[in-house]
């Protein structure tokens, strides 16, 4: 079952930042978080990963606070191709990946 | 690299007749996984393997859905027989096991079923 908590829908302008949030306050101590996101019609695509410390890669960073109890994506300079549903997940001990509804965002021209 | 094959990609059946999707995942991916996504909603985890043995099946509808993955390669979900409510998207997605395993997914395209 789902183990975390976003908005369901989030607006974004074009060429800013989006910051997706994710509260997931019941992890374990050795679950990593993981973002995807589906743009319709296709599977989720990985974006980014991370334990306790917060990560970049070139598609988005990922801040998680200190009590790991929440996180947040951040797409640095949102594109129309942005629109998408992001998926924030609590990935189990056992490699399992349960998706919970996750947050549409809509890129605003 | 290959990604992750699925047939067919569309299927179109009345109830209570039965179907079965393919899945060939990454080669040398240990891990894989057949989710149901229905319109509107999050991918649902049916069932997941590691190599051939079943890992998690605890989501997946015993009475009427099925899953073999015989030789620890590709994949067969099968749903027989089929009720209005199966109409999904059926994904499956692999991934590498090992020390340099970071759990990514990778999915494939996803097999669209419609039950009439």
């Known amino acids: 079952d789902a183990k975390t908590t976003q908005p369901p829908s989030m607006d974004c302008a074009e060429g800013r930042a989006a910051n997706l949030p994710c509260n997931h306050s019941?992890?374990?101590?050795?679950?990593?978080v993981y973002w995807y996101r589906q743009i319709h019609s296709q599977g989720p695509q990985y974006i980014i990963h991370g334990l306790k410390n917060n990560e970049t890669n070139e598609m988005a960073s990922l801040i998680i606070t200190e009590d790991r109890k929440s996180s947040t994506l951040i797409l640095p300079h949102a594109t129309l191709r942005d629109t998408a549903v992001y998926y924030c997940i609590v990935r189990g001990t056992g490699n399992q990946f349960y998706f919970g509804t996750g947050t549409s965002l809509t890129v605003i021209p | 690299e290959a990604g992750v094959a699925q047939s067919p990609r569309y299927k179109i059946i009345e109830k209570r007749q039965s179907v079965a999707f393919w899945c060939n995942p990454i080669s040398g991916h240990a891990t894989l996984y057949w989710y149901q996504q229905i319109l509107g909603q999050g991918p649902k985890l049916l069932i997941q393997f590691q190599n051939n043995g079943v890992v998690d099946d605890s989501q997946l509808p015993k009475d009427r859905f099925s899953a073999e993955r015989l030789k620890g390669v590709d994949s067969t979900l099968k749903i027989q027989p089929a009720k209005l409510e199966d109409s999904a998207v059926y994904l499956c997605?692999?991934?590498?096991?090992?020390?340099?395993?970071?759990?990514?997914?990778?999915f494939g395209e996803g097999s669209r079923l419609t039950v009439l």
């Open positions: 997605a692999s991934s590498l096991e090992g020390i340099a395993n970071t759990g990514e997914l990778f």
């Open positions: 019941t992890i374990s101590g050795n679950e990593y």
